[in-house]
């Protein structure tokens, strides 16, 4: 991964106001063509960072809901993308937003070059062997702490030497303390650019984003720590289940779905509003 390349892109092209509206841009017309959270600004970051990826690897999505983000990171390119998603938080039924994403995939012509595990990326990760080492890996799966702190971990194994991590829904305080814990006890974590979100759902940057450079430490272990391992553990056998059940029940109820959903994703952590 050419990190500094890629530094020096954002520096050139995104700021902390994102990206000119443009309606004709490439990643205005994925977010006009796809359902989901991402901002045209997010899609110009995690563009920039898969087009500064070394041949051979690999772009690493966890959650990929109807395939904005993952459409967005490369359409017009010729880089490889593997997706993890359960389709598990949504009002619609798995397989109908499987069917979305795919058609997405489709539609802009990614499908070829794209290999989609449909799973918990909990269980997943820790034992999947990927072709090729992944010189981006976004998160945007769920944001609890044990989920937020875990994901970190278990991905650090497929990451290249260097490589770009990129979290979402970062300016959550949920998600940053997790993330900041995390890289108290694990070096190798440089960030690059944090783009705050001035409010919930801000159009620039819906609710932030954190993008780090990893550099594979000389004293790195490849096993996943206790630290990792008991949070997976929570995250698999304790929060996934519950909010399984809860959506599971409220699947014909998309008022109460979408009211249940903001509280168990959000609760009292959403982005506190800024104003002059």
């Not at 039924?93 to 802009?108: D, K, V």
């Not at 993330?179 to 944090?194: E, F, M, N, P, V």
């Not at 553990?233 to 249940?260: C, E, G, K, T, Y």
Request: hydrophobic share 40%.
């Amino acid at each position: 991964m050419d990190v500094e390349g890629f530094a020096g892109a954002l520096v050139n092209s995104v700021g902390p106001e994102g990206v000119p509206d443009d309606p004709e841009s490439l990643v205005h017309r994925i977010c006009e063509d796809i359902r989901g959270m991402s901002t045209p600004s997010a899609l110009t970051v995690l563009r920039a960072a898969v087009a500064a990826m070394e041949p051979g690897e690999l772009y690493l999505e966890v959650g990929s809901y109807r395939g904005r983000s993952l459409v967005g990171a490369l359409a017009e390119s010729d880089k490889c993308g593997v997706a993890v998603e359960n389709f598990s938080e949504f009002p619609e039924s798995a397989s109908e937003a499987s069917a979305e994403l795919a058609a997405s995939l489709i539609r802009w012509k990614v499908d070829s070059r794209v290999t989609v595990l449909d799973g918990d990326a909990f269980e997943l990760l820790p034992r999947v062997h990927l072709p090729a080492p992944v010189g981006v890996y976004f998160y945007d799966g769920v944001h609890s702490g044990w989920a937020q702190y875990a994901a970190l971990g278990i991905a650090e194994r497929l990451l290249a030497d260097r490589a770009v991590v990129i979290i979402d829904d970062a300016t959550w305080p949920q998600v940053a303390q997790a993330t900041d814990s995390y890289l108290a006890r694990h070096s190798g974590y440089q960030l690059i650019a944090d783009y705050r979100a001035l409010s919930q759902d801000d159009p620039v940057w819906c609710n932030g984003l954190r993008v780090y450079a990893w550099r594979r430490p000389a004293s790195w272990s490849p096993s996943i720590g206790r630290d990792v391992a008991w949070r997976a553990h929570a995250q698999r056998r304790i929060d996934s289940p519950l909010r399984s059940a809860a959506w599971s029940l409220l699947s014909d109820h998309p008022r109460s779905f979408n009211a249940v959903r903001t509280l168990v994703t959000r609760g009292a952590t959403q982005v506190t509003e800024q104003h002059d």
